[in-house]
């Protein structure tokens, strides 16, 4: 016997109490045909930060008394349509051979219901929101690269099997080396359905959610204006719709919800009233409706498989598949254009435009699918729905992943330098460090912001291991001597800037500036000597020039 059929015990006992006290029922007239009511419910956890569930998690989710547990319990093989969200599935298959056996039963369980099933978003994240905050797609998955560990499951790649042995049945069977398209495969019976939060869907949503493969998208009553309102199926413009009936909803989740027995049956009683008074019913044609349950319906404890019983129970209710919903009677309905609010949309903005950036910064690294993947996933972890349900929450939980972001875009840089000394020609030293996991490949440009030096390349690649730093030699020439700024930016193979412009003050000494200095000192003294003497040699031979050119006679004989 399974844990789950152990829990089940323990609901049968409880119905059989309730049968005990039966459940009034709200009798059609002979008249009215039944109420077609369909049912949805999600299949999913709390918001975490990681997009991905731990073994932890998985195994407290799992046990008998766990969350997953009670709601596949109360699920199972019911007329319910469950939308499960492939986080779980995705969770359970990324930690292979360590997976915690109660996980690996429950997803096999999972496996073998009756029911009709389609996957919710990953992480059942905000559908609208990305669209409305800028997102031309439905923001998805891209990549689990960065979460599949081989070493989980080295067992299962065995190249060479034996193929005349036999297996031994106490041997568990060592899981396949996952795919980022394996992990989110499951044989879902009905293909593609939107469900997106009650009254969040704008005009411009509906069009973006056709072209991105959703056949059919589940939309509130407030969230469509209808002439008529006895089909729960609708076609919004040329697209099809299923429309939740959100009072009925409403009654649903207060049954599934109460803490005693007689509150449940007053709960009851009235949903058994709004389903017989649902508009339409003829004897010739049924009306339908959809009871859907909000994302965090399951809690400690819950009644959904005595309800669902009740409501079968009911002469005015037959319960029908989702399927039979959606292929049957429609009318024509338009949307009621309600996007979500001004704040919401802000917040999540900032997470893409953030998310944008680390695309860009990843084109750095040899694998950037090891990053964009990452960040994808952590991005829909943060816009699950189910995080706003507590003041203040939600928006740290984004301001983190913000954060988070530029801590990524910081981790490849130009390390701290002190001021250089450059000779006459030679290298200038630049080193850059990666604090990622994996290598990376820089191109450094140096630009002297001064014709003192002359870079000799204006583009360096380097090459850095993970979590190390490594030093680039960067050819220049000096052009004379003095102090120089240098601005020091690097960027990936996709011409994207990395980091911010570094400053760096280098002193130049150009070798050849000095004895050519001097060599022109000398040249001017000499000349200035050569003027000097030979000015004094033409002043000395004026005067000579002016000299008389013969003495006086003197007559001697007249002194006589």
Known sequence: MTFRHTALVAVIGLVGAIVAAPVPAVAAPASKSPVGVGIVVPLSVPGGADGIISAEELEDYTSPTGLLTRELDALADTSVAIGIDPMIIASIRLLGTSAPESAVAWLAELDEVDNETFALTYADSDLTIGLQAGSKTVVAPTSFDFAIDPTLFAAATDPTPDPDSTPDPTIPVSPTLPTSDTLLEWDHSLGTVAWPRPGTVSKDDLPVLADAGYGTTILSAANVSRAGQNAAAAIVGDLGTVVTDDLLSALFATAIHAQTTEEWQQAVNQLAKGIGATPGRSS?????????????????????????????????????????????????????????????????????????????????????????????????????????????????????????????????????????????????????????????????????????????????????????????????????????????????????????????????????????????????????????????????????????????????????
């Open 284 to 560: 010739s044609s049924g009306a339908s409706v959809l009871l859907a349950l909000d994302r965090a319906g399951f809690g400690d404890a819950t009644r959904l498989r005595e309800t669902v019983n009740a409501i079968d129970s009911l002469n005015a209710a037959d319960l029908i598949d989702f399927s039979e919903l959606v292929d049957g009677p429609s009318s024509r309905a338009t949307l009621v254009d309600s996007p979500q609010t001004a704040g919401r949309i802000k917040l999540v903005r900032s997470m893409l435009v953030a998310e944008k950036a680390d695309a860009a910064f990843a084109t750095v690294a040899d694998t950037p699918v090891l990053i964009t993947g990452e960040r994808r996933i952590r991005l829909l972890g943060a816009m699950v729905p189910n995080w706003d349900r507590y003041e203040g929450t939600w928006g740290d939980e984004i301001a983190a992943f913000v954060t988070e972001s530029r801590a990524i875009r910081r981790s490849v840089h130009v390390a701290d330098s002190s001021d250089l000394i450059f000779g006459d020609r030679g290298f200038i030293p630049i080193s850059v460090s990666n604090g990622l996991d994996q290598p990376v490949t820089v191109y450094i440009s140096v630009r002297p912001l001064s014709p003192l030096l002359t870079v000799e390349s204006e583009s360096f690649e380097l090459e850095i291991e993970p979590n190390s730093q490594r030093r680039a030699q960067i050819p220049a020439v000096a052009r004379s001597n003095g102090s120089v700024e240098l601005a020091v930016s690097i960027s990936t193979r996709s011409d994207v800037l990395v980091g911010s412009t570094t400053f760096v003050r280098t002193s130049v000494q150009a070798g050849w500036e000095t004895p050519v200095t001097a060599a022109f000192a000398v040249l001017i003294i000499g000349v200035f000597v050569f003027g000097i003497v030979r000015s004094i040699r033409r002043r000395r031979r004026a005067v000579i020039e002016n000299e008389p050119s013969e003495l006086p006679v003197v007559d001697l004989e007249d002194d006589e």
